[in-house]
T-cell receptor, first 110, second 113 residues
Framework: RKEVEQDPGPFNVPEGATVAFNCTYS??????FFWYRQDCRKEPKLLMS???SGNEDGRFTAQLNRASQYISLLIRDSKLSDSATYLC???????????FGTGTRLTVIP | EAGVTQFPSHSVIEKGQTVTLRCDPI?????LYWYRRVMGKEIKFLLH????????ESGMPNNRFLAERTGGTYSTLKVQPAELEDSGVYFC???????????FGSGTRLTVV
């Protein structure tokens, strides 16, 4: 079983739409959770960390449900520049290495 | 501040040849990581250096892969001999103290033919 499972998409949404991505993780003892963004043929870049209380950064809202081992990312008022692959990333207990999902591809259409 | 630099950006080699990838972390970052993405799969951890010491190499696929970080600065990842299944993008990342302070390099795209 994979450590992190994501719907690969693709998600094609019009500008201004709201879109939500979800992922699940298998290790209940996982400590830290993140969403990374990866543009085509570029490196992954940290978008935001995810906290149990939920957190928001502008148009982006991330939530964590530890009981269900579920992480979400909500993007409001989508922009063309939001088109990218969004990677759900989890850090396990006592480890410095990260576990990545396969990513969800988003295309925002004019 | 210069980011994480990887060289080369692309490499095409024949099966059985040797390739060496290089990573220059952000200056002062003690933690250096190698990750790999094979076609259609997720990015996977290979190993972690703290300064010049290997902290965790549990993700290294087999003994054809050798990573070094002499002097605790830049790191090399050598594949010898390369096999077709080694094709993919090899990412290096560095951080100071906290794992969520990772900065990734732009990767080396390795193609073994």
């Amino acid at each position: 079983r994979k450590e992190v499972e994501q719907d690969p998409g693709p998600f094609n949404v019009p500008e201004g739409a709201t879109v939500a991505f979800n992922c699940t993780y298998s290790n209940s003892a996982s400590q830290s959770f993140f969403w990374y963004r990866q543009d085509c043929r570029k490196e992954p870049k940290l978008l935001m960390s995810v906290y149990s209380s939920g957190n928001e950064d502008g148009r982006f809202t991330a939530q964590l449900n530890r009981a269900s081992q579920y992480i979400s990312l909500l993007i409001r008022d989508s922009k063309l520049s939001d088109s990218a692959t969004y990677l759900c990333v989890v850090r396990g207990t006592g480890a410095n290495n990260l576990f990545f999902g396969t990513g969800t591809r988003l295309t925002v259409i004019p | 501040e210069a980011g994480v630099t990887q060289f080369p950006s692309h490499s095409v080699i024949e099966k059985g040849q040797t390739v060496t990838l290089r990573c220059d972390p952000i200056s002062g970052h003690d933690n250096l990581y190698w990750y790999r993405r094979v076609m259609g799969k997720e990015i996977k951890f290979l190993l972690h250096f703290v300064k010049e010491s290997k902290q965790d190499e549990s993700g290294m696929p087999n003994n054809r892969f050798l990573a070094e970080r002499t002097g605790g600065t830049y790191s090399t990842l050598k594949v010898q001999p390369a096999e077709l299944e080694d094709s993919g993008v090899y990412f290096c990342a560095s951080s100071q103290n906290q794992p969520y302070g990772y900065t990734f390099g732009s990767g080396t795209r390795l193609t073994v033919v």
